[in-house]
């Protein structure tokens, strides 16, 4: 019997020049769990773009169940019955779940969308795949694993028997993952087939049947069973070397504080009180990371922290500067950098160029402006370095940053804070959406600052990454700091566990005590 | 020769839209074969009207219809200095639709100037170029500060504005500048100290020609050798990120519609001191809206301005003339124009064709550029 999906001889050369697939041979059995993993860049989004219908292939042929078929546009891709969720999603936030679940192809009643009808089938869809959703919810409201889940429905709604789904994971906590994978089953269970793309090869061994390594465009391992390879043989393939899973980090030389932060909190527009009286320091030579379930205040923490929010009250101070509500020029003239959670929206310009995003913290300063000329020859210049020192793939540094891989993105969001020289450096879930590679970069470089006796503030979701990284773990829960840690051999997954999940927690005196 | 990159792309560029050029000049001239009674000579009109007519003669070198390459050249420089105006503020992703009221106010503060004051030719000049720019700068930052500061959105703002300045302009022309010896509602014409010195004789096309070119530079380097420029493109670009990485976000805003309205302020002073040589009840025939066309077409690169302005001026200019000496009329032309710009706004027409052409180079480049990759047909 021929594959469900077979995609032979596809070569994909962008307008910009560059060859994103050359020459792949991609081919998926029905109900089955396909991951497509390599490095970032390696050209896995792109291959699905074109099975989606989104790119066009500069040569090759996709065959379904043995047919050769050609797919213009999603729309025909949708008629296919492929659906497919994106790395950056595509909602609409002002709209609520049921109404972007249909969107576009909207019940009726009469000449209007019967909104009572949408709610419902909503209901009734997400009852029978396992995913929970709140149809009235607006978007905007609702945290990433909840819309995550609304664009998996949105494409069942549609009809979709194949399910691509690009990096599901990257932004989940664990316990969303989870949920994930239990829905994923159940899809397969009744008779889907789902195309999984992923940097973390723990996740591939767990869930998916067979794994597609690409590399620079090509595949260097078609169609493995996942019982027969493993983690090392997968990184090998992607990476063409062998990879360090795990970090040395030479004993702490720990400094002053750097930054002390003093009963912060803070409260959003709608009133909500997201961080309660935070205090802690940051001393130099030390990774201080901050674990806990996504969504209790350490994405404000950090935005506070760099200026992008004003805090509600409390103090901070950074090499004895007070750096709060002071707004991110003042903030990072203090010594901060910050690696923001949300990268596409804050952290970088998709139009811009790679040089212009690479300077938006320091076009003012010389060399890159004298007397009140700018030099854009040595804004390129300064890119071609850091491309270089950071491993940065593109074109060349005039290439958009949305021309780049997601990773690459996040490379150069990296490179930027990184080479501001910063005495603080809140990094913020750095290694999410990055190749095992790239993330083993980085975070050597979190190390390497730690060594250099800098501060670091590492918020992570990975509680691998906190647990491998850190000197000291603190655990938020509610918006609170719940317990802080000396990170040894004696502090485990489990001990911390409860203090995420808020059954456990210090004493205010032993908080201050390690503060 | 080989190019790097950007030239070629460039080079794409350039000749997708001289391609489109062609394509929406024969969608107007089959226009023109089925209003027209002799759509030949109409359309040549069209095609060669703004260029002067050069021949040989017993008496020499003899040039005819050197007034419509004036024509040409002044509606071009209004239309460029509009356009850079549109630019600046496009940019930045505020769109301002401010251009029109500036120019009336820059006409208007360059007239003042030249009529209430006296000084040598040189710093009349000057002095009342200055002017202008300042009331442009200033009828540009007041939305420009009301978007940044109250988020008062700029459409309505600068749409209301220009009503706000057309009225000061008429108010102020008819109850105190206004010549009552007239029998229309005008000025004096300004004194010679104040009046652009002709640069072609026989037009209207004075040292604006000059000052425009300076303007060109001198926003072309605002836009790519300034903080300030490198600060709205990125507030353009994204606002967010702008914000993240330390710019002040509202200054940018509104002094990105400020020093648009200091262009636009100039291309006022080039109506009334150049053109018209007096203050009129109407000065600017909605020329503001048109500079929105020009940065369209430039995609507002203050590079491509001149060029853009210098087409669709001889479009404009053509146009007129083709009007008046053939029978065929505006409207025909307006159409004409308008397909020209969808068509070269149209943004997917570009990686349609690299897509094709890619496909046709494909076997050499893949092999050229990666060994491995043989086994691809
Ligand atoms: N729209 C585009 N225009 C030009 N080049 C692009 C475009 N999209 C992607 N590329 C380039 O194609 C290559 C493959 O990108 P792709 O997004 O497919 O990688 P990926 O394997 O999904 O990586 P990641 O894991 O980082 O998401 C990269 O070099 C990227 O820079
Ligand atoms: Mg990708």
Redesign the pocket.
């Known amino acids: 019997m021929p594959p469900f999906v077979e995609m032979r001889d596809i070569v994909k050369i962008?307008?910009?020049g560059?060859v994103?697939n050359r020459g792949v041979h991609f081919s998926v059995e029905k109900g089955e769990i396909h991951a497509l993993v390599?490095?970032?860049?390696?050209?896995?989004?792109?291959?699905m773009k074109i099975l989606y219908g989104m790119e066009h292939p500069t040569a090759g042929q996709i065959f379904l169940e043995g047919r050769p078929v050609r797919i213009q546009n999603p729309h025909q891709a949708i008629d296919l019955g492929i659906g497919m969720v994106h790395?950056n999603f595509m909602l609409i936030p002002s709209f609520t779940i049921a109404q972007n679940i249909v969107l576009g192809q909207e019940p009726r009643r009469g000449r209007f969308i019967d909104f009572e009808a949408a709610a419902r089938l909503t209901t009734e869809l997400s009852q029978t795949y396992g995913l929970q959703v709140d149809p009235q919810a607006r978007v905007e409201a609702t945290p990433v694993g909840m819309r995550q889940r609304v664009e998996i429905l949105k494409t069942l709604y549609r009809g979709a028997n194949l399910l691509i789904l690009?990096?599901p994971t990257a932004v989940l906590t664990p316990q969303e993952t989870a949920d994930l994978f239990r829905a994923v089953r159940r899809l397969v269970a009744e008779g889907k087939t789902v195309i999984f793309?992923t940097?973390k090869l723990v996740e591939v061994k767990q869930i998916a049947d067979r794994v597609t390594v690409?590399r620079h465009?090509e595949v260097t391992g078609e169609a493995l069973r996942t019982a027969d390879v493993s983690e090392a043989d997968i990184a090998q393939l992607m990476v063409g070397r062998k990879v360090l899973f795990r970090i040395e980090k030479p004993p702490q030389q720990r400094g002053p504080a750097v930054a002390q932060v003093r009963d912060l909190s803070y409260i959003s527009e709608t009133g909500r009180p997201l961080l309660r009286e935070v205090s802690f320091n940051v001393y130099a030579g030390e990774i201080l990371g901050i674990a806990g379930v996504e969504g209790n205040g350490q994405t404000e923490l950090a935005e506070v922290l760099s200026g992008l929010k004003p805090p509600t009250t409390g103090q901070a101070l950074v090499n004895g500067r007070p750096v709060l509500g002071k707004g991110p020029r003042q903030v990072r003239q203090a010594g901060v950098a910050h690696i923001p959670e949300d990268r596409l929206t804050n952290g970088v310009a998709l139009d811009a160029s790679i040089a212009d995003n690479l300077v938006v913290d320091r076009y003012f300063r010389p060399p890159f402006t004298r007397r009140g000329v700018m030099y854009p020859r040595l804004i390129r210049r300064h890119a071609r370095d850091l491309m270089h020192r950071f491993d940065i793939?593109?074109?060349s540094e005039e290439s958009p940053v949305?021309?780049?891989?997601?990773?690459?993105m996040q490379k150069v969001i990296v490179a930027r804070e990184f080479s501001s020289e910063p005495a603080l450096l809140i990094a913020a879930q750095p290694t999410r959406?990055?190749?095992i590679g790239a993330a083993e970069f980085v975070r050597q470089q979190l190390v390497q600052k730690r060594n250099e006796g800098k501060a670091v503030l590492l918020i992570s979701a990975d509680l691998a990454e906190v647990m491998s990284l850190a000197d000291r773990i603190a655990v938020m829960f509610k918006g609170r700091i719940v317990g802080i840690f000396q990170n040894g051999p004696d502090i485990t997954e489990e001990e911390l566990g409860l203090y995420m999940l808020g059954l456990k927690q210090q004493s205010p005196d032993e908080i201050e005590t390690l503060q | 020769m080989t190019l790097s990159q950007k030239q070629k792309q460039y080079l794409m560029e350039f000749f997708r839209i001289l391609a489109v050029i062609l394509i929406a000049l024969a969608l107007g001239f089959l226009i023109t074969l089925l209003v027209s009674e002799e759509p030949v000579q109409a359309f040549k009109e069209l095609l060669t009207g703004p260029l002067p007519k050069i021949s040989w003669t017993e008496a020499g070198l003899k040039i005819r219809g050197i007034n419509r390459f004036g024509n040409w050249l002044e509606d071009s420089i209004t239309l460029i200095l509009v356009g850079l105006a549109v630019a600046v503020v496009f940019r930045a992703k505020q769109f301002s639709l401010g251009a029109e009221g500036q120019i009336y106010l820059g006409a208007l503060a360059a007239g003042i100037i030249s009529l209430h004051t006296s000084a040598p030719a040189f710093i009349h000049i000057t002095l009342a170029l200055l002017a202008a720019a300042g009331a442009g700068f200033v009828w540009g930052l007041i939305p420009g500060i009301l978007k940044a500061y109250v988020n008062a959105d700029e459409i309505v703002s600068t749409l209301m504005l220009n009503v706000i300045a057309v009225q000061i302009y008429r108010l102020l022309l008819i109850q105190w500048l206004r010549n009552p010896d007239y029998g229309y509602i005008a000025t004096d014409f300004f004194p010679e100290t104040a009046v652009l010195p002709l640069v072609i004789p026989g037009t209207r096309v004075t040292i604006a020609l000059f000052l425009t070119i300076i303007a060109v530079v001198a926003t072309w380097f605002l836009m790519t050798r300034t903080p300030l420029g490198y600060e709205i493109r990125v507030v353009g670009d994204n606002l967010k990120f702008a914000r993240y990485g330390g710019i002040n976000t509202r200054r940018v805003i509104a002094l990105s519609m400020a020093v648009s309205g200091i262009l636009a302020g100039l291309a006022g002073a080039h109506l009334s001191m150049g053109i018209l040589k007096q203050l009129t009840l109407n000065i600017s025939f909605g020329i503001g809206f048109e500079g929105i066309v020009v940065a369209l077409l430039a995609r507002n690169d203050p590079k491509a301005v001149p060029l853009a302005g210098l087409f669709y001026g001889y479009l404009r200019t053509g146009a007129q003339i083709m009007e008046r000496s053939s029978d065929v009329t505006r409207e025909v032309v307006l159409i004409i124009q308008a397909i020209i710009i969808i068509l070269i706004t149209a943004e997917r027409v570009l990686p349609l064709i690299q897509q094709w052409r890619m496909r046709r180079k494909l076997p050499q480049e893949l092999s050229a550029d990666h060994s491995e990759a043989a086994h691809v047909a």
């Open positions: 962008y307008p910009n560059v994103a390599g490095e970032n860049g390696a050209g896995k989004t792109t291959l790395q690009d990096e793309i940097h690409m465009g793939r593109a074109a949305k021309s780049l891989s997601g990773g690459n959406g990055i190749d």
